[in-house]
């Protein structure tokens, strides 16, 4: 595949029905350089302008933006652009930390095995007769081929809070949804595995996908698609599942509904 | 001693007055009970208080120890003194609080561990509670009581003074503060110890608040008085569970916490009492690790024993589990309190069959202890003295210096049978004396 | 401390509020019960008085439920509650020892439930609130905390002996305290508001309705 470079635009506004106060928000959008992507021109912009802003970083190597706004107002708004320059033939994103590579490890929070996904990964190592020559990133390719047929991609019959093994039993999903099972599947494997959030090109909305750690570095796999990660994906921010990634965090006080609107842009800069 | 056990009725006629209960829910509605008082004190001897501040303050500084390395190098881990999977898959260990450096370093500021004592007059560690431990206000206010209800019993008998609780929590929340006002955060007062967040507050001088009191503004932690003044909060002794503190760090439903407050704690401009992650040195898995923490960090021998204890991940330990599998208690490490302890003998055949094939493909979800037979102390029950089983949560609060405060809570279960202590369940509270000569 | 927070100010004045309702309407309710011993439909002309809804049948009835209904919003138990739920979250403030006053009224009123002489177990509720007040002034040290709270009783008795309708001196008197009082606080409140209350008592002229409005009105918590 040959190298492109993708201009990007997320916007993200929740307007409210009626003007909220004290409203505090913890935000993690802001796109960084990897060995595959090379980010520039990235303009963030939070509001409405009132906004206080902090920043720090998680231990994830994600970047926060936090602030809290306490005057009433009646939108919030995140808009983040910039260009992305993508390797074609580099699919390393990242030297594997020693250090940080315990938190991928073992199951959390949503990507706990039950019976069912344990039984597949029984199911799956048996099948396959050269798993165990298999190197890592092998073996997650392999998963992900496997989980592609297995599992189908259907809205609305899973929500955010749903977990890997829930999803499993209903044998259909989203995003989200393959990347927790994918990712409850190299753990129990003993490969360390990660959630990602990000961008890919053509789409509408942010995306999900995974990393596994293989011979000193991270490499992407997207399992809804059945692709490696390339030139065409531009991510976000990483994390133990789901509960990490979470774009905005907010909270306020006051009655009003919520309305949020979404749209992702990316597209090939010719 | 007799004048004061006669005196009973008066001291909990006196706790009544002064408020001293704590809530519960029953059929989904909030009722509040008062906690019943039994007259009859545990005693301490000077000698066997020495032996166990030696203990319990070597333990709390090997687990203080332990936080500060889990949470930065884990130089523990790499020396392959802990297993890493009873870190990381610990519900305890929050990746949040990574290389976070709380104020002064100090991770457990008021730890609660429980003690029983053998028929043989040894003394076991059950639990190490690094969280939010409470109970302190109970012997506390109840000493006082006791000391106006019968003053002789106190003059006859040489007893340290436990009233100094409030005065070295304030030392405590002193010591870490990083500027500005002490405050005692509760969820409310619907929680269950309620009676004990604001009796602390008023003693310490602090001010008793909830999460929609603070709130984060740049750098700093503030508080908003009713003429709309900022006031800075330099420590918050939080006696709210780690999951509600933060709900733009934990779960982010939680109304009762602080919105980015562990931003404000990251930078090192308030103090968390105790510090976020502490769960990590509280799980059962790691207790077991314990008595090896302080060899590891302080080099020395562990002088308060912990029940035998076997962790059935390991090859030998499983060998052992399984032989003597009908006399051993078995514990779940994923759940909390009394819950997911099973005796081995209360098995039948085939359900102890079912329980072994999850032991074998789940071993580090479990350990198993030896039982202790563990003494009784009397209590009254009408104008009888009737055993009961009590245990005993002893405090040990660290600031500048590792303090064991010369009490303690001690809970008795009021049925004969029971060897559950738990203030929901019925059960009572004693004073505990520590005697001065 | 004398950091407080908007909450507490609230619940500073209300607890002054209620204590004061529950130890003025007792007060009251002594002169009625006198009045009940002989004279069966003397409760009638008593919730008149104290400005209370009559949903009693029968003597009987007002006597069970007026003083001791947990149910009944006006109940005097029901007051003493709501003075409990705010004096429970002021601990740190107001002191154990103030606060255990407001909890001995309750045991007190329970007693006085199944008493047959009620009156003598209330007398103790009424020595147990002016215990209250006493240690509010002890124990409170700081000024505007403590004067939160006694507003909260000031406007709170102008308001029953305007509903009671009390003599015009016995007004005037309790309005001076109010002036006084109110500047203390720190709190907002209309002084407009103020001035026409305070013309109306010192001319005579009561317009029951605004002049209830106006004190319920007068200050911001």
Known sequence: ?270 | MEQLYKQSEVVNDLLARYGVKFGIYKNGNFKEQLFPFDAIPRVITKEEFNYLERGLSQRVRALNCFLKDIYAEKKIVKDGVLPEEFLYASSGYLAECESIMPPKGIYSHISGIDLVQSKDGTWYVLEDNLRVPSGASYPMIARELCRRSSPGTFMENKVCDNRNYASLLKQVMDYSNTGGINVIMTPGRYNAAYFEHSYLAEKTGSVLVCGSDLFVEGDHLYYRDYTGKKIQVGAVYRRISDEYLDPMTFKEESVIGVPNIMKVYKKGNVALINAPGNGIADDKGIYYFVPKMIQYYLGEESVLNNASTYLPFYQKDMEYVLENFDKLVIKDVAEAGGYGVVFGSSFTKEKKEDFIELLKREPRRFIAQEVIDFIDIDIMEGDQQVPRKADLRAFVLTGEDTYVWKSGLTRFSRNPDSFIVNSSQGGGFKDTWVLSQ | MGTITVEKANELFWLGRYAERVYTTLREFFIGFDRMIEAEEAYIEYCKIVDVPNVYESKREFLEKYPFDTENPDSILSNLYRAYDNALVLRDEIHTETLSYIQLSIYDMKKARVSIAPLIEMQKVIDNLLAFWGSVDDKVDEEKTRSIIKLGRRVERIDLYLRFRMSCDKLKTEKNKLEKRIVRTGLKYDESKLCELSSMIDSGEILLNQAIALIESLVEV
């Open chain 1, 1 to 270: 595949m040959k190298s492109k470079t993708l201009e990007f635009k997320y916007q993200m506004e929740i307007v409210f029905s009626e003007p909220i106060i004290q409203h505090s928000y913890a935000v993690k959008c802001e796109p960084k350089d990897t060995m595959r992507q090379k980010i520039s021109d990235l303009i963030i912009r939070i509001g409405p302008s009132e906004a206080k802003l902090g920043e720090t970083d998680d231990i994830f190597g994600n970047h926060i933006y936090y602030g809290n706004m306490t005057e009433p107002h009646e939108n919030f708004y995140i808009e983040v652009s910039g260009l992305a320059r993508n390797s074609g033939t580099d699919r390393r994103e990242e030297k594997l930390n020693d250090r940080a590579l315990g938190f991928y490890k073992y199951a959390s929070k949503h990507t706990v095995p039950g019976a069912g996904i344990k039984g597949y990964y029984q199911k799956l190592i048996e099948r396959n007769k050269s798993y165990h020559t298999l190197n890592d990133l092998s073996k997650g390719e392999y998963f992900m081929g496997e989980l592609y047929k297995d599992f189908a991609y259907v809205s609305g019959v899973t929500d955010i809070k749903t977990n890997a093994e829930e999803a499993f039993q209903l044998g259909q999903g989203v995003c989200q949804d393959y990347a927790h099972i994918m990712i409850s599947l190299c753990r129990l494997a003993g490969i360390p595995a990660r959630y990602v959030v990000g961008f890919m090109i053509g789409e509408g909305y942010s995306h999900a996908w995974i990393e596994v750690a293989s011979e000193g570095y991270w490499y992407g796999l997207d399992p809804t698609n059945n692709l490696y990660i390339d030139a065409n994906y531009i991510k976000v921010s990483c994390g133990r599942d789901y509960a990490d990634c979470i774009i905005d965090k907010g909270s306020f006080l006051g009655n009003a509904r919520q309305q949020q609107n979404i749209s992702v842009k990316v597209a090939e800069v010719l």
